[in-house]
């Protein structure tokens, strides 16, 4: 039990204290985990929405697949995209392998399905609604792409929100190819996995502190866009 | 209702431009990538040194640390400038197969066998490893190895095979293998009362020893040597060999030996530099 209590006391420390390298691990694990989930959503939305509203062969496979990908292991996406960013790897004349970069892109991969595959959900269930009044007005599935992500988008910042919870949580993809480097590739959830191995729980359990707040903040704040938002426009 | 989503391609834009942007900010810098082992990172020793070195030379050091198999593997791909481990035999293989321009010893310290104080199999006090793990089996007293590949299992199972045991051939049962780091390891150990083959200087730094503590030492044979190996730019020739070379120089260097042997935890030093050059 005194781990808790050393625990809350290393995470008020470092907080109250604002310590430096701490502020840096943050920062670095905020622009990677948000700029992956901007760029799963730019790609996530419309396929997902696509794939709700068009009809084509091996949809139904898809659909499953997209649900599926879901469930992606972060250290196989990590294993995967090293061997593609490895100097022996097809595009390792990028040297990107232990950048931020090479975080955010395994991040997208590990992401996107999961907006996707929320966002068809959403958009399918507000088709079926929809449907009859839509093509009464001469709108078919691409005119209704845009009207019914405009329509759910309430719903949908459930769907980011859960690939947001997803990339600032994950760490074996960011391990394996940011290489968990000193104010370089160093995130919170590296740090905490370095904490554990060097055998100081309390200041491993500390930034897992610091860690579940930081989402809650994010959530919160999202949540608050989401109500002001629905009052002025809803 | 359209109106905002019309925005949706230039937002689009603006996050990939951002996300470039930010990426690329550091990309100017001057750096070489290091490959290492957990046991040198997990004992702080790189956080004494390197601040010394890109201080002396304006040359920032990012160190990757994992087991030292995988360290190899990683040089071998070529996505490290220099391999700073410690299993002799691998790392002259390395060179002898031209990924490595050459090896040198930097320092060494040595590895303990920790295990529960209530010490099931009677090993504390012992000088011969071999023996106290031939105890180990006898007794059936859990055992947690790294099974990970790094130096630290393989001179652990250099020590089985020397006292005649085939572990790995009841892994599961008494021998444990964790398939991870030094300290996920000691932490394993800790949690269940096993005995463990550690490098000394992690074994200081941990700070979850529970139960805990040193139960062997002192054989020739637990003696931890670490070499430093340029990779070799005519294998890979993006290698930063002109800076890598800095960083192998600098750490031969009277300078950088005694920037070693000035690393202490708890009062203890944690590495003995014996660089050749440097007359040690």
Do not use: C
Request: net charge neutral; hydrophobic share 50%.
């Amino acid at each position: 039990m005194t781990d808790f209590g050393a625990a809350f006391a290393a995470a008020f420390a470092m907080v109250a204290g604002f310590d430096p390298d701490l502020a840096e691990i943050v920062g670095l694990s905020l622009q990677v985990s948000l700029l992956a989930v901007g760029l799963a959503t730019v790609i996530g939305l419309p396929v997902g929405a696509a794939v709700a509203l068009f009809r084509f062969p091996g949809r139904t496979a898809l659909v499953v697949a997209l649900n599926a990908l879901m469930g992606l292991p972060p250290v196989v996406v990590g294993l995967i995209v090293y061997l593609l960013l490895s100097r022996a790897g097809p595009f390792g004349v990028l040297g990107l392998l232990f950048t931020p970069t090479a975080m955010i892109i395994a991040q997208v991969l590990l992401v996107t399905p999961i907006i996707a595959a929320l966002t068809r959900q959403v958009v399918e269930d507000l088709w079926v609604e929809y449907e009859d009044q839509m093509r009464s007005l001469g709108a078919g599935p691409a005119r209704a792409l845009t009207a019914l992500l405009w329509d759910g988008r309430f719903t949908l910042i459930t769907a980011v929100l859960a690939g947001f919870g997803r990339a600032s949580a994950e760490v074996g993809a960011v391990m394996i190819v940011g290489g968990n480097i000193d104010h370089v590739t160093r995130v919170m959830t590296t740090a905490i996995a370095l904490e554990v191995s060097k055998g100081d729980l309390a200041l491993a359990l500390g930034l897992g502190i610091v860690l579940m707040t930081l989402s809650l903040a994010v959530n919160a704040a999202a949540f608050l866009v989401k109500e002001t938002a629905q009052r002025h426009y809803g | 209702m359209h109106r905002s989503l019309s925005r949706f391609p230039a937002v689009a834009l603006m996050i990939v431009v951002l996300a470039l942007v930010v990426t690329q900010a550091r990309a100017g810098e001057r750096f070489i990538t290091v490959t290492s082992t957990t046991s040198t990172q997990n004992s702080g020793l790189y956080g004494h040194l390197l601040p010394i070195f890109t201080g002396v030379t304006g040359i920032e050091v990012r160190v990757v640390a994992v087991g030292t198999g995988q360290a190899i593997r990683l040089a071998r791909q070529g996505d490290a400038d220099v391999l700073f481990v410690h299993h002799k035999a691998s790392e002259e293989k390395f060179v002898a197969e031209g990924f490595g321009v050459a090896r040198f010893d930097v320092m060494y310290n040595d590895f303990v066998i920790v295990g529960p104080k209530a010490d099931p199999a009677k090993v504390r006090g012992m000088t011969d490893a071999a023996k106290a793990l031939v105890k180990i089996a006898a007794a059936k007293a859990a055992f947690a190895s790294r099974g990970d590949n790094s130096g630290t299992n393989k001179k652990e199972l250099e020590l089985w095979k020397t006292a005649g045991v085939d572990a790995r051939g009841v892994s599961g049962s008494w021998y444990r293998e964790t398939g991870s780091g030094m300290g996920a390891t000691l932490n394993t150990a800790s949690a269940m009362n096993a005995y463990a083959l550690t490098d000394r200087a992690t074994w200081i730094k941990f700070a979850n020893k529970g139960d805990l503590a040193v139960m062997v030492e002192g054989d020739d044979r637990l003696y931890n040597q670490y070499g430093i190996i340029l990779v070799s730019p005519a294998k890979h020739p993006h290698v930063k060999a002109k800076d890598g070379q800095a960083f192998i120089d600098w750490i031969l260097s009277e300078d950088g030996q005694e920037a070693i042997a000035a690393y202490h935890i708890s009062g203890e030093q944690a590495f003995f530099p014996n660089a050749a050059r440097a007359g040690y």
